[in-house]
């Protein structure tokens, strides 16, 4: 669903990580590419708070940036976070560009046919609106003719489109799409008026609803609720049963749900990581 950095191009810069191993690192089968490297490589943004950004020393933080971190300790591997925007992802794995691309991706029939996920987290898509615009997002039709904003590339951006249609469809006005690279960019968009409202992941949207100290409120309906994983190359099975086994650890010692709450996101936790490589591995919690 993210919401990303979403350019076309691919990595712009690779940024290394201190994480290295541990003794739980024999557990968890290793993929030939973390052998082989001593590395564990992720396509990630880099700039999607609460799940990656930089912190106020330049220091990569966030939901996945430790979740990675602790994977790579399990695999006794070096993280490397290759910065890359969103829609270069997808193609990249399929291209063999990279084996992990670790952002919160939903499941789609059109990316399945080119990669397979290890869900993660679960969420759904959220509007945020500043609190004096909060009463005009009534009725059965709240965002027609409405400025919206989305991240490029995001399931937000192509959710937009649809709603946009059925806007027009009831004879109501469109929305007003507009689409940015960077998630702050949005959100100033709507401290500045220069939008009415962001959609955007139900779990990055109450993380700026806290931030943002009452500048942003989420409004209470939520769109396509579902899994969110990160992506693999298709049929990559060493790679998936690498992560699958280092998050099912972390499920299980507790690292997982502590990661997630000290963002506040402890709602958003599923019971135990697992496969997709088809619409119908897909899990309702």
Request: overall charge negative; proline content about 4%.
């Amino acid at each position: 669903m993210r919401s990303h950095l979403r350019m076309a191009g691919l990595a712009l810069a690779t940024l290394a990580a201190t994480w290295s191993g541990s003794a739980n690192a024999a557990e968890i089968t290793k993929s030939a590419d973390v052998k082989q490297t001593g590395m564990l490589t992720i396509a990630n943004t880099l700039d999607y708070a609460p799940f990656e950004y930089l912190d106020a020393d330049g220091k990569q933080t966030g939901i996945i940036i430790e979740l990675a971190g602790e994977v790579a300790k399990l695999v006794d591997a070096k993280l490397d976070v290759a910065r890359t925007p969103f829609p270069s992802m997808v193609p990249g794995l399929a291209a063999g560009r990279f084996k992990i691309a670790w952002e919160t991706f939903s499941a789609t029939p059109e990316r399945l046919k080119q990669v397979d996920f290890v869900m993660f987290l679960k969420a759904g898509l959220a509007v945020s609106t500043s609190p004096d615009k909060k009463a005009s997002f009534a009725g059965d039709s709240p965002l027609c003719g409405k400025r919206i904003g989305v991240s490029a590339g995001s399931a937000s951006d192509f959710l937009v489109d649809k709603l946009s249609k059925d806007c027009t469809d009831k004879g109501q006005a469109a929305i007003q799409k507009s689409v940015f690279n960077s998630s702050t960019d949005i959100v100033q968009g709507v401290l500045s008026d220069r939008l009415d409202a962001r959609m955007d992941d139900a779990t990055a949207s109450s993380y700026f609803e806290v931030t943002s100290k009452g500048q942003l409120v989420v409004l209470p309906t939520l769109y396509e609720v579902a899994p969110l994983g990160l992506a693999i190359a298709k049929d990559d099975k060493e790679t998936a049963d690498m992560m699958v086994g280092a998050l099912s650890e972390l499920f299980r010692n507790g690292t997982y749900k502590a990661i997630l709450e000290k963002y506040g996101m402890g709602a958003y936790a599923i019971k135990e990581p697992y496969f997709v490589g088809s619409m119908e591995a897909l899990r309702a919690d």
